[in-house]
C-alpha cells in the first residue's frame, strides 16, 4: 500500500526564520509528488513534481524530490505570518488515486 | 481564474438519508476526482473519474457511494444511506488534459450527519 509521511507534524517559528519541511514516501508506480497549502478549506496546489533533483522555486517556496531516497522537502525562506498553514504532501501513483500525508501544522509568529 | 465550484457549502442531513454533493469542474478539465477531509484527520481519495467511468477508487468508495456526470458539466458525488461516520468535508478536484497538470480543488461541502 502506497504511504506518506510528513515530518515535523507542527512547526512554530518565527517571521524571518526559514523552514524545512519534510515528506518521505513509499509507493508502487510513482507518477508525482505534489505539494499543497491548506488553511481554511481547500488545498491550494503549490508545487508538482516527478523528476530527481530538479527545484522548483516559487517566490519564498521551493522543493525538491530525491526519487532515490523517496523524500522530497519544501522549503519556505524569511516566513510570514500568512505562510501560518498546513502543508500537505501527497503522491500520485497514476492518474487515480492520490494519498496524502497527515500533514505539517505550520505557525508563523510575528 | 477558472475554479472548482461546489455546492451546497455545508450540508446537514438525518442519518439513512440520502445527499447529492454538486461540483462544476474546470470547463475543459478531462478528470475528476472526489475526496473527503474528516475533521483533523487527512484529506483520503474517494474516487477517479475519466471518459464517463469510474477509473479508480478506495475501499472508503462503497456500495453506499455513486458519482455521476449527467450533463458533461456537473459532477456529483451520491451518499445513498449516510452513516454518522460520514460527517467530513467533501472536495471535488479536477485536472486538465495529460493528467500531469495541476489539480484544481473545490472549495468543499462540509457534510454533518446527525
Known amino acids: 500500500e502506497d504511504k506518506v509521511v510528513q515530518s515535523p507534524l507542527s512547526l512554530v517559528v518565527h517571521e524571518g526564520d526559514t523552514v524545512t519541511l519534510n515528506c518521505s514516501y513509499e509507493v508502487t508506480n510513482f507518477r508525482s509528488l505534489l505539494w499543497y497549502k491548506q488553511e481554511k478549506k481547500a488545498p491550494t496546489f503549490l508545487f508538482m513534481l516527478?523528476?530527481?533533483?530538479i527545484e522548483k522555486k516559487s517566490g519564498r517556496l521551493s522543493s525538491i524530490l530525491d526519487k532515490k531516497e523517496l523524500f522530497s522537502i519544501l522549503n519556505i525562506t524569511a516566513t510570514q505570518t500568512g505562510d501560518s498553514a498546513v502543508y500537505l504532501c501527497?503522491?500520485?501513483?497514476?492518474?487515480?488515486?492520490?494519498?496524502f500525508g497527515d500533514g505539517t501544522t505550520l505557525t508563523v509568529k510575528p | 481564474e477558472p475554479e472548482v465550484t461546489q455546492t451546497p457549502s455545508h450540508q446537514v442531513t438525518q442519518m439513512g438519508q440520502e445527499v447529492i454533493l454538486r461540483c462544476v469542474p474546470i470547463s475543459n478539465h478531462l478528470y475528476f476526482y472526489w475526496y473527503r477531509q474528516i475533521l483533523g484527520q487527512k484529506v483520503e481519495f474517494l474516487v477517479s473519474?475519466?471518459?464517463?467511468?469510474?477509473?479508480?477508487k478506495s475501499e472508503i468508495f462503497d456500495d453506499q457511494f455513486s458519482v455521476e456526470r449527467p450533463d458533461g458539466s456537473n459532477f456529483t458525488l451520491k451518499i445513498r444511506s449516510t452513516k454518522l461516520e460520514d460527517s467530513a468535508m467533501y472536495f471535488c478536484a479536477s485536472i486538465g488534459e495529460g493528467s500531469y497538470n495541476e489539480q484544481f480543488f473545490g472549495p468543499g461541502t462540509r457534510l454533518t450527519v446527525l
Open positions: 501527497a503522491l500520485k501513483a497514476n492518474a487515480g488515486k492520490s494519498t
Open positions: 473519474f475519466y471518459n464517463n467511468e469510474i477509473s479508480e
Open positions: 516527478t523528476s530527481s533533483g
